[in-house]
Nanobody
Framework: QVQLVESGGGLVQTGGTLRLSCAASGRTFSIWSMGWFRQTPGKERDFVGTISWRTNNIWYSDSVKARFTISKDNAKNTVYLQMNSLKPEDTAVYYC??????????????????WGQGTQVTVSS
């Protein structure tokens, strides 16, 4: 019903920057919030941040707060994750997600209904 496509991943050095994009298509009118998550092999998918589509409320995990910034472009149905001051521990596959739930600030992966395919972010030490 909803398709999400991430882009912008890559390899950067410690302290570098990347900007991820997530374009939504399909039944986007059903989306209330978008989220960013990240996952490394053998570990759970961890919350990065979320933004509400209509009210523009934003939440971040403590590990990325002050370094990452979530934004959106309503006209383009696109959300962004600006990542600054990257650290090796930020290395992961980053996923964007969308939820139909009207609850704001959802931080658990199972609260989201639609997922992109992920984009690899690697930060070298």
């Amino acid at each position: 019903q909803v398709q999400l496509v991430e882009s912008g991943g890559g390899l950067v050095q410690t302290g570098g920057t990347l900007r991820l994009s997530c374009a939504a298509s399909g039944r986007t009118f059903s989306i209330w919030s978008m989220g960013w998550f990240r996952q490394t092999p053998g570990k759970e998918r961890d919350f990065v941040g979320t933004i509400s589509w209509r009210t523009n409320n934003i939440w971040y995990s403590d590990s990325v707060k002050a370094r990452f910034t979530i934004s959106k472009d309503n006209a383009k149905n696109t959300v962004y994750l600006q990542m600054n001051s990257l650290k090796p521990e930020d290395t992961a596959v980053y996923y964007c997600a969308a939820t139909r739930s009207m609850i704001l600030g959802l931080t658990k992966a199972d609260s989201y209904d639609y997922w992109g395919q992920g984009t690899q972010v690697t930060v070298s030490s």
